[in-house]
Structure formats: structure tokens, C-alpha cells
């Protein structure tokens, strides 16, 4: 059985809880100007770390979405020059980007250059980097990448996987959460439901996803 939504009016929530939620959210993603509005609007208060970053962390985040990796490892670099030292999955994946941009332009001379001198070392040092490494080497054999079995490397959302996960190190590199409360809520969410089915079977309620509690 589900939980009856009745239930849920007896519960109290506070209205500057969920503003810290929103305003999480906002920050993390480097939305600057709503956050600033949200602020303002909301009447809560500046605090410290509201904009930490956001102007240098915002040009990194659109550059990969753009596709355009190397800018974005040079802006990195500028701003914490072990950073990428220390996460090599997120480098490699940036390196993927660039590699996959060259594909997307049909340079295989430049994309096959590429590969060898800074994707392979890679392969040698992660293993669980080989298998993405022969994926993205594999689009060369294509006509159109596209419209390969690897399509997903060349997908926007390949790029935001990419640009949170980059954005995330960068956050946890200054010592803020790498993750927003809202994030962090659903996943707690998640978590008791799982338990309270697995302890309850029956009885207890569904799982949760957030896209069936959207419908409700």
C-alpha cells in the first residue's frame, strides 16, 4: 500500500527549510541571477557561500556543454591546478569530449593523434577507463557516430553528465558539498522507502522514484 497523503498534512514544514532546499539547488548549478532574484524576492538572507565561485565555475560548466573540453580543463587548471590531478575519471572524461568533437568534425588524422598521446596513458592507468576508450576509439569506424551503438558519447546529455560531475569536484575541492540538499534528500527518500519495503514486503510502502511521486 502507498502512504496515504493525508497524512502528509500533519506534517510540518518549514518555509526557510525549503528556501535553503531551492536555494541550494540554485547555487550549485551556478543559476546566479535567479538565486540573487530568489534572494531577494524570498527577503532570506546572503550567505557566505552563495556565490562562491558561481563566475568562475559557471564559464567551466558551459564550456562543456559547448563541447569545447579544453577550455574548460584550462579554466580548471587556473582555478585549482591539482584539481584534475586528483580526479583523472573527470579528466578523462574531458578528454573523451575533445576526442569525440574531433570525431563529430570527421578529423580521425587529429582525433587518432589525440587518442594516443592523451587518452591511452589513461587506459594503462584506469582500467575502468578501457572499456569508454575503446567505445569512443570505436566511432571512428563510423560514417556517421551518430547513428552508432555509441551514439550516447555524442549526446547534450552526455555533456551535462560531464559538466556536473567536473562541477561537483570543483565544489569539493573547495571544501563545499559536492551534491545539493535537494539531491541529498531525494537519495534519503529513496533509501527508507527501500528499507521499509525490503522490512515490510506487502504491508509496507512502494519504493519511491521521483517521477511516480510527480504524477501523484
Request: aromatic fraction near 8%.
Amino acid at each position: 500500500m502507498d502512504v496515504d497523503p493525508r497524512l502528509f498534512e500533519n506534517v510540518k514544514v518549514s518555509d526557510s527549510e525549503v528556501r535553503k532546499i531551492v536555494l541550494s539547488y540554485l547555487v550549485h548549478n551556478c543559476f546566479k541571477e535567479t538565486a540573487e532574484s530568489f534572494i531577494a524576492c524570498s527577503g532570506m538572507k546572503r550567505t557566505a557561500d552563495c556565490s562562491v565561485d558561481i563566475d568562475k565555475r559557471k564559464p567551466i560548466y558551459n564550456h562543456v556543454l559547448e563541447g569545447n573540453a579544453l577550455k574548460a580543463i584550462e579554466l580548471t587548471n587556473e582555478l585549482a591546478v591539482d584539481l584534475l590531478t586528483s580526479n583523472p575519471d573527470v579528466h578523462f572524461d574531458l578528454l573523451i569530449l575533445h576526442f569525440i568533437e574531433l570525431v563529430r568534425a570527421k578529423d580521425c588524422a587529429s582525433a587518432l593523434e589525440f587518442a594516443q598521446k592523451e587518452l591511452r596513458p589513461f587506459g594503462k592507468l584506469l582500467e575502468r577507463c578501457l572499456d569508454k576508450l575503446q567505445d569512443c576509439m570505436a566511432l571512428l569506424a563510423y560514417d556517421d557516430p551518430e547513428t552508432s551503438p555509441m551514439f550516447h558519447y555524442l549526446s547534450l546529455e552526455y555533456r551535462h553528465s560531464v559538466a556536473d560531475a567536473l562541477n561537483s569536484a570543483v565544489l569539493a575541492h573547495a571544501n563545499l558539498p559536492s551534491y545539493t540538499s535537494m539531491e541529498r534528500l531525494l537519495q534519503h527518500t529513496t533509501v527508507v522507502r527501500q528499507r521499509l519495503n525490503q522490512e515490510l514486503g506487502k504491508d509496507g510502502p512502494p519504493t519511491f522514484t521521483l517521477k511516480a511521486f510527480l504524477k501523484s
